[in-house]
């Protein structure tokens, strides 16, 4: 398994303005991801986080909104930028740590955003 | 049509009641198969994984069948501790996920 921590855990931000949230893991890790769950949805891929190139996006979402970093096996960040109301969500990161332990993948305690 | 699709729920069931979830899934590459347990306000959490001979966990059973694309939970002898939303997840490529809706489950004293 995997330790993962997500920071900051909850944050209200005004409009306009962007936040960078960063996911540290105990362990190298092969795959990280982005999710945002937004209020009563289920969680939808952001994009993966690949290690030292670009990050792969998923349909509807774009680097310049989502910036997203991975300097190196354990730590990511992912930044919402130019915040509007309609990014209030939860921002979850998540690991995969390989086929050894049965494709499972594991999530941080999630960054709960609010944006006014 | 979703890729994952679950029974929209919610399931309101007493204790001790046994109760099943349903999931389908499109995507006949699919490789591995989950449950994932979410309570509110918390990141969602293993439940279990799932396998084409049928797994089971204490008063958890996972069934998945390949042919009909589908994949199934049950839980027995439900306790007021297990009232969650039930997340079923399909994996395609190394670790990449797609999530179903997820099924709200309220087991009742």
């Known amino acids: 398994s995997a330790v993962i921590s997500q920071k900051p855990s909850r944050d209200i931000c005004q409009r306009g303005t962007s936040l960078t949230i960063q996911c540290q893991v105990d362990?190298?890790?092969?795959?990280m991801f982005w999710y945002r769950q937004q209020p009563g949805q289920s969680l939808t891929l952001i994009a993966t986080?690949?290690?030292?190139?670009?990050?792969?996006?998923e349909s509807g979402f774009v680097i310049d909104k989502f910036p997203i970093s991975r300097p190196n096996l354990t730590f990511s960040t992912l930044t919402v930028s130019n915040m509007s109301p309609e990014d209030s969500s939860i921002y979850l990161c998540?690991?995969?740590?390989?086929?050894?332990?049965?494709?499972?993948?594991?999530f941080g305690e999630g960054s709960w955003l609010t944006v006014v | 049509r979703k890729e994952v699709e679950q029974d929209p729920g919610p399931f309101n069931v007493p204790e001790g009641a046994t109760v099943a979830f349903n999931c389908t899934y499109s995507?006949?590459?699919?490789?591995?198969f989950f449950w994932y347990r979410q309570d509110c306000r918390k990141e969602p959490k293993l439940l279990m994984s799932?396998?084409?001979s049928g797994n089971e966990d204490g008063r958890f059973t996972a069934q998945l069948n390949r042919a009909s694309q589908y994949i199934s939970l049950l839980i027995r002898d439900s306790k007021l501790s297990d009232s969650a939303t039930y997340l079923c997840?399909?994996?395609?490529?190394?670790?990449?996920?797609?999530f179903g809706d997820g099924t709200t489950l309220t087991v009742k004293p």
């Open positions: 362990s190298q890790v092969t795959m």
């Open positions: 998540s690991v995969w740590t390989g086929q050894r332990e049965g494709n499972t993948i594991y």
């Open positions: 799932v396998y084409s």
């Open positions: 995507n006949s590459a699919s490789q591995s």
């Open positions: 997840v399909v994996n395609t490529n190394a670790g990449k996920s797609t």
């Open positions: 986080a690949n290690q030292g190139s670009e990050a792969t996006y």
